[in-house]
């Protein structure tokens, strides 16, 4: 970033305007991420790691949990980053006992915050990772989905679709962090996005093709269904 302030002119400006925000969408992935292409020599240290997750003056350090057994109201976690990163908002997906898996919580809770985002004019950039260190989303909860009356399946399965839909059509650049497992309903949250950028441990899948299901939520910034 200094070599980027050390060249004259607008070139200059331009370069380390573009350093600062690829730092701070790295830095709600997490430290020592690299976005790929022309962008791969910028890692990212544990300093604006820590910048990007320092809370408004007089909250507590944000820290990144693990808990086994999330609270339901915990299971999404929008935090807003301040300082160069005010702007950026990253949604934390925080279900480490059922591999992040989108129940009827999670979904309401997704629903939730992108309609307040999408009518926000502050937001600049939406990350959505995981709180949980190897699982970016295992789809649907099948454990629940077992569990639903006949009756429920069906606005359950609208409700995921229009969730989807909505995060394709935020008008703000969205970006997945993928780390670990991104499957089924996962992976077609992730396609949502503008931009995905995975850790070298990441895999994708639809594994419900296996099945025979075509994959119903999977959609594009122009909000096309594929089902």
Do not use: Q
């Amino acid at each position: 970033m200094a070599a980027a302030a050390g060249v004259p002119g607008a070139l200059g400006t331009l370069r380390a305007g573009r350093a600062r925000l690829v730092a701070a969408y790295c830095a709600g992935i997490g430290p020592g991420w690299r976005l790929p292409g022309s962008w791969t020599g910028l890692p990212v240290g544990p300093a604006i790691w820590a910048r990007g997750w320092t809370p408004a003056a007089g909250g507590a350090a944000w820290r990144r949990g693990y808990s086994s057994e999330a609270k339901t109201e915990d299971e999404l976690r929008v935090r807003y980053l301040e300082e160069e990163n005010r702007g950026i908002v990253v949604l934390g997906i925080n279900r480490a006992y059922a591999k992040n898996s989108l129940s009827k919580n999670l979904v309401k809770m997704l629903s939730k915050a992108v309609d307040a985002l999408k009518s926000d004019k502050k937001v600049r950039t939406i990350i959505v990772r995981s709180e949980v260190p190897g699982i970016f989303c295992a789809g649907a909860d099948l454990k629940e989905r077992v569990k639903m009356h006949s009756s429920e399946v069906g606005p359950f399965v609208s409700k995921l679709r229009a969730v989807i839909n909505e995060i394709a059509n935020l008008p703000v650049p969205t970006i997945a962090a993928i780390d670990g497992l991104a499957l089924g309903g996962g992976l077609e949250l992730a396609l949502a996005c503008d931009i995905r950028v995975a850790a070298s441990s990441a895999k994708m899948g639809l594994v419900e093709t296996k099945l025979a299901i075509i994959p119903g939520t999977c959609c594009n910034k122009s909000g096309k269904i594929s089902n």
